[in-house]
């Protein structure tokens, strides 16, 4: 039996969360029936979203059924989707995270 490696909260949803970390290639099941599985088009790391349909510059990002953010970038299905390629509708500062970290970068710590 395989392993669920990503999570589709809401069929509505056009974004999914790795639950563990997915090399290009890897062929995520979700655990729907809508979309029952989606191929990793690059490095994901467990926690982060995976895109589960191409998504234009202006889309809204939708994770929970609900409007997380909106893409910066187009974004291919089966890709990273995370600071480098969409920006929070809720926190405006999200723009100044470290995509890797999170950590601030418009602020200098002495």
């Known amino acids: ?5 990503a999570y589709q909260v809401d069929i509505h ?12 290639g890897a062929v995520c099941l979700l655990g729907n029936r809508t979309q ?3 191929t990793a088009a690059e490095p994901i790391t467990a926690g982060h979203k995976i895109a ?3 998504i234009a510059p202006g889309e809204k990002i939708i994770k929970y059924n609900v409007v997380i953010g909106e893409a ?3 974004v291919s299905k089966g890709c990273w989707v995370h600071l480098h390629c969409m920006k ?3 926190d405006e500062r999200s723009s100044h ?3 890797h970290t999170g ?8």
């Open 1 to 5: 039996m395989a392993v669920q490696n």
């Open 13 to 24: 949803d056009n974004v999914a969360t790795a639950l563990t970390d997915l090399e290009p």
């Open 36 to 38: 029952p599985e989606i």
């Open 52 to 54: 589960l349909q191409d």
């Open 72 to 74: 910066t970038r187009p």
């Open 88 to 90: 929070s509708l809720y």
């Open 97 to 99: 995270l470290d995509v």
């Open 103 to 110: 950590a601030p970068k418009d602020i200098a710590y002495e």
